[in-house]
């Protein structure tokens, strides 16, 4: 399947998951939205339809293909909100997005930025391209091999949410990293475990309560009937606060 065509279901679903987090966690306003890296998908404009969002959201992608994409389908799901496209990498974006703001989203994005970094033009010169998920498996083992690079790049993408988190005043900082269902099949381990790392490092960045958030995400979109739920796999998977990182000014003032 094309990377650029999204299961409907899938981002639905995801979106919902964002969509309770943010209604049961953020307290404050919902006028400036920050969303890094979405690639030819809508999940957060489906989270943030359950707003009736008519605010600001940026979103940072290096790949201008997919920032028309998203104008475009976003603007279908969230006909009131200003949909502002910043076509940068993640570390060069800083000073073009708000200094202070409400919500910063991220869905599944760090195994993307560690293996764009590793393969710089040839990443985005190729998503969207029918062969992309094999250059990517390939990619993966081969960084997989290479210590010092794996090293320096996991390092490289955590200095970057710490110099973000550390300079940006942000309410609600939410970010999912579960595992994908695509690389299962492929039978190899490099990119969960190079992501894992990554995203442990990130998360040691911020406060969170696992419980709560493990409370939060006991529901069921899908209904509780859902064969998927039975076998416990969204929930330990998606469902799953270790695959999440969630932060809220508002929470951390009150613990
Ligand atoms: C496949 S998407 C991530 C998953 C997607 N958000 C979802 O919900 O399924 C990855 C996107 O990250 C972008 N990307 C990769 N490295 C980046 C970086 N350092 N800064 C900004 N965008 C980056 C790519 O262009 C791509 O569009």
Excluded at 217 to 234: A, I
Aim: aromatic share 14%; hydrophobic share 40%; charged share 30%.
């Amino acid at each position: 399947m094309s990377e650029k065509i999204a299961d409907d279901e899938w981002e639905w679903y995801i979106g919902q998951l964002f969509a309770k987090l943010i209604e049961k966690v953020h307290k404050g306003k919902l006028k400036n939205v920050v969303e890094l890296a979405p690639g030819f998908r809508y999940k957060v404009a489906f989270a943030l339809k359950e707003f009736n969002f008519n605010g600001n959201i940026y979103v940072i992608d290096t790949n201008l293909e997919v920032l028309e994409y998203v104008k475009e389908k976003y603007l279908k799901l969230l006909p009131e909100a200003n949909i502002i496209c910043i076509n940068s990498t993640f570390r060069n974006s800083f000073e073009m997005i708000p200094q202070e703001f409400d919500l910063f989203l991220s869905n599944h994005s760090i195994d993307d930025m560690i293996i764009a970094e590793y393969m710089e033009k040839v990443y985005t010169n190729n998503l969207g391209n029918d062969d992309f998920k094999d250059i990517l498996s390939k990619a993966w083992v081969e960084l997989g091999k290479d210590k010092e690079m794996k090293e320096t790049i996991i390092n490289n993408v955590y200095l970057s949410f710490k110099k973000f988190f550390e300079e940006k005043k942000i309410e609600t900082i939410i970010m999912s990293q579960y595992k994908s269902n695509l690389y299962f099949k492929d039978k190899f381990t490099e990119m969960d475990e190079i992501t894992e790392n990554c995203f442990n490092k990130i998360k040691q960045l911020i406060q969170m309560d696992n419980e709560n958030i493990n409370k939060i995400l006991k529901f069921y979109p899908f209904g509780e009937d859902d064969e998927r739920y039975n076998g416990r796999y969204l929930l330990d998977n998606t469902q799953n606060a270790k695959n999440w990182i969630v932060s809220c000014q508002h929470y951390v003032n009150m613990v």
